[in-house]
Structure formats: structure tokens, C-alpha cells
């Protein structure tokens, strides 16, 4: 591949990771949301919101990690990928995670511009995946809890 078509392959995966250009972003998702929101299960849906964006985060840590490391540790499905019901959530918590998922987006964006890497061979440890394909994982999963969030607030009157 050459390096004019390597960039505008990262260029666009960087953009399709970020939000796509077709979605609300995940950070327009969550921009806004009351404190007094964050926990709570609308009716007839499984999740918080808060629930959809730890997820985000530790499914999206995972995929980086993996995709960084031989050494990456395989969660249990799907006990350590959704996090447990809580009442409320402080604006420490949910800082953090949200600062989380931007600092592993930003982890697999290194990745990506690492010269080093061939973004289309398989992933030695691996059985058959490879950088593009993980960040295409990474968009269409973010891409599908985030419109989760959308949905979530609806429900409970807190979406524009």
C-alpha cells in the first residue's frame, strides 16, 4: 500500500471510530445528560445509560488491548463486559470512564499511524483478525450502544 493511500485509510477509519459521518457522536450522545439520569433503567430497556457507556468502555479497552499485545487477557462474556446496575452515578465516575473511552480511542489511533504495523496481516496472536477489521469492531460497536444512549434518553425526556 502506498503511504498517500495508507493516510486516507487511517484518515478514515479515525473518522469512522470517532463517530462516522452518517451517527450522532458518542460525545453528542452524552452531552448534557442530567446526574440524576445517568442510572436510571428507562421501561422496558435493559440498560442505563451509564450501564451503555461502561460498556462502551471496557468492550472498546478490550478490542485495543488485544489489538496492542500478545499478553491481552480475555474477559468473560458477559459478566466482565456490562457492569452491574447501580442508583446513582458521581461526576468522578462517569469523567473517569468517559476520559477512559477518549484515552482508548486515542491508544488504537497510535496504533494505527504506527508505521510499523500492517494494518490488513493478521494479528499474530490472533486466529485471523487484523488492525482495519478491529477498527471497524470498534465503530460499528460504539456506534450501535451509542444510538442505545439516544434511545435511552427518549424515553426518559432528556434527548432534544
Known sequence: MHADQRKKLINELTDLVKGGNAHVTLEEALSGIPADQR?????????????????IRIAQKDIVDFSISKD?????WPDEYWPQPTDQVSDAQWEESVKQINNDQQRFFNLLHDEQRDLFSP?????GQNIVR?????????????????????LLGIWK
Open 39 to 55: 442510572a436510571v433503567t428507562p421501561a422496558n430497556l435493559p440498560y442505563s445509560i451509564w450501564q451503555l457507556v461502561e460498556h
Open 72 to 76: 491481552y487477557q480475555t474477559l468473560i
Open 123 to 127: 494479528l499474530p496472536w490472533g486466529s
Open 134 to 154: 478491529e477498527a471497524m469492531l470498534i465503530a460499528d460497536h460504539n456506534s450501535y450502544h451509542t444510538a442505545e444512549i439516544i434511545v435511552a434518553r427518549r
